[in-house]
């Protein structure tokens, strides 16, 4: 006879973190560094997710050989780190897309518009330290292009980079989130950013900056509109 197979339990030892990956495994999707999760968390699980960190955090600072018991300073680390992460420097993995209204071009507008410079925080995902930089978009609308306020670039830039990012990775998302919000004829990003894993080890470099572009639409086709916003990009900066 077969092996009788037995009903499966949640274990005892089961994390938050372990099913918040196991129903993503279960969707076949992808929960890289950069990649919002916020569609896999249930209510509740955030708190839970921080207090887990937290956990898991004392514990390297247990391997750091870093005494939490004793110095003040560091008792309330672990929390604080966790709460952090979660909160606030990456918050953009694990929240929904922030609400934006979107208005129709209802003046059929198709002259060049320039957002910027937008103040940008994200993280290296490769040693976690600090990513601090400017954003600049060009959008050329046509009369199906939606148009969003103003102040609604920032908070989508926001929530795009507050995640561990590359930079390269980073811009091309935010490309991606305004070609489907605006639907432009045209798309220029461009980001200027300070790298803090240039800084604080390696080859301790704090002058050298990176800066680079992604082009989607009319802004490849149209070298003179390129041209021209370029220029804007450079009187401003």
């Known amino acids: 006879m077969g092996k009788v197979q037995k009903p499966e339990h949640p274990s005892s030892e089961e994390t938050v973190s372990s099913r918040i990956r ?19 968390i249930e209510p509740g699980e955030m708190e839970a997710l921080q207090a887990e960190v937290e956990q898991k955090f004392r514990a390297v600072l247990e391997s750091l050989v870093i005494d939490t018991d004793s110095d003040h300073n560091t008792q309330d680390t672990a929390r604080r780190v966790a709460k952090m992460y979660l909160s606030e420097v990456f918050r953009g993995r694990y929240v929904e897309a922030p609400s934006i209204t979107e208005f129709p071009n209802a003046e059929a507008l198709n002259e060049l518009m320039m957002v910027g410079p937008i103040k940008v925080r994200s993280a290296c995902s490769h040693h976690f330290c600090p990513i601090m930089g400017r954003l600049w978009i060009g959008i050329m609308p046509n009369e199906h292009s939606n148009l969003i306020g103003l102040s609604k670039y920032s908070r989508l830039a926001e929530w795009v980079m507050s995640r561990p990012q590359i930079q390269e990775e980073a811009i091309a998302q935010m490309a991606e989130v305004l070609m489907k919000k605006v639907r432009p004829d045209g798309l220029a990003v461009v980001m200027e950013a300070d790298h803090f894993c240039m800084h604080w080890r390696g080859v301790k470099d704090d002058a050298t900056m990176m800066v ?26």
């Open 22 to 40: 196991a129903r993503i495994l279960r969707a076949k999707k992808r929960f890289h560094a950069n990649d919002n999760i916020a569609a896999f």
């Open 212 to 237: 680079n572009s992604v082009m989607r639409g009319s802004f490849l086709k149209d070298h003179i509109l390129r041209s021209e916003f370029l220029a804007l990009l450079n009187h401003r900066s």
